[in-house]
């Protein structure tokens, strides 16, 4: 549901391989990611078998390959931004860090409101 809403709203998305995610990447493919899914293929993907995959694994085993799509997704709003302006900065400009604690801090925002 959140992601049907982001993507209504005109946001980017980075979406793991289940459900309609293919359904929404396909509207927007452009500024949108869609990643393979950690527990494996959409189609087989069970609750048990994620339970299973969370008890198991102590990392995320496509963990270079969402690290890329937020990259691709974010550097895309970061030129779109630039687009409006004349400084035009990258993922390696603005750092992870500084953009996770961002992020975090959106959501902290909506959990208080």
Known sequence: MAAT?????GLPL???DVGGSRELIARDR???VLVS???????GVTDARV??????SRHQ???QELA???????EGVLRRRGDETDDVATVADVGLDTMAAAHAEVLRNAVRN
Do not use: C, F, K, Y
């Not at 950690?38 to 189609?43: R, Y």
């Not at 339970?51 to 198991?56: C, E, G, I, L, Y």
């Not at 890329?68 to 974010?74: G, K, L, Q």
């Open 68 to 74: 890329d799509a937020i990259t691709t997704v974010a």
């Open 37 to 43: 899914n950690a527990t494996g293929a959409a189609d």
């Open 5 to 9: 809403e982001a993507m209504g709203h």
């Open 30 to 32: 452009s500024r949108s």
């Open 61 to 63: 085993p496509n963990a």
């Open 14 to 16: 980075v979406l793991s």
């Open 51 to 56: 339970a299973a995959q969370r008890r198991r």
